[in-house]
């Protein structure tokens, strides 16, 4: 299947920083990339659709001047989350679609701790 | 989207196979079934999808209900590496813009 990398696998960092984290296509290209996070013990939950060279759809409840997403390329789309809290540790994962299938492929996730 | 019914959690014995049920009775008939599976810390794995044929990988196979509201995945020689979270879902083709919505899955633990 087509692979979708993230980076960093995991970060640590002091409250009120901001952390970005990377998401790639890596064999195809993708007009269109999910974000999603999970609670410990939790499923996914999507936040927002990043659209190629337009603005990320954002779900209800998540904050889009918290959670800054750029999908400059077709292969890479970032979550930048900014000042980040304790309350923001969890794991990110991202998720692409090749146009050519009718599914998507999922990132190994990034695992975000605020201390 | 419709939403889909899954048992919490399941047990198999190592080299039996492995049968999760998923009820979808308001799937729609654009919609897909898709499987995707989650080990512990790490990403969801794709494992098949149907729209409402019967599917075969080299994973799993997909039985779709001749009415669409129901199926069943097989992974027919379960390993101890098949322990996760199988999701059931639901949905439009995502490369139309549809993300696929997570349920709570049904957690299957296989045993030696």
């Known amino acids: 299947g087509a692979v979708v990398s993230q980076h960093p696998s995991w970060v640590i960092c002091k409250s009120g920083t901001s952390v970005k984290i990377e998401c790639r296509s890596l064999?195809?290209?993708?007009?269109?990339m999910f974000w999603y996070r999970q609670f410990p013990k939790q499923s996914l939950m999507l936040m927002a659709t990043?659209?190629?060279?337009?603005?990320?759809?954002?779900e209800q409840g998540v904050e889009k001047d918290k959670f800054l997403i750029n999908h400059a390329s077709l292969t890479l789309s970032t979550l930048t989350v900014t000042s980040a809290h304790p309350e923001d540790s969890s794991f990110y994962i991202c998720?692409?679609?090749?146009?050519?299938?009718?599914?998507?492929?999922f990132g190994p996730g990034t695992r975000l701790t605020v201390l | 989207d419709a939403k889909t019914t899954q048992p919490t959690s399941m047990d198999c014995a190592e080299g039996r196979a492995a049968n999760l049920p998923c009820n979808h009775s308001?799937?729609?008939?654009?919609?897909?079934v898709y499987w995707y599976r989650q080990i512990h810390s790490q990403g969801p794995q794709y494992i098949i999808h149907?729209?409402?044929n019967n599917e075969t990988n080299e994973m799993a196979s997909l039985i779709i209900t001749e009415d669409r509201k129901s199926s069943t995945l097989i992974l027919p020689h379960a390993t101890l590496r098949d322990t996760a979270v199988y999701y059931c879902?639901?949905?439009?083709?995502?490369?139309?813009?549809?993300?696929?919505?997570f349920g709570k899955g049904t957690s299957l633990l296989v045993t030696p």
């Open positions: 879902i639901v949905n439009r083709p995502p490369n139309s813009g549809y993300a696929l919505n």
């Open positions: 064999d195809f290209q993708a007009t269109t």
């Open positions: 308001t799937i729609s008939g654009n919609e897909y």
């Open positions: 998720s692409a679609p090749p146009t050519s299938t009718d599914t998507q492929y």
């Open positions: 990043s659209n190629e060279g337009s603005k990320a759809t954002y």
């Open positions: 149907g729209l409402k």
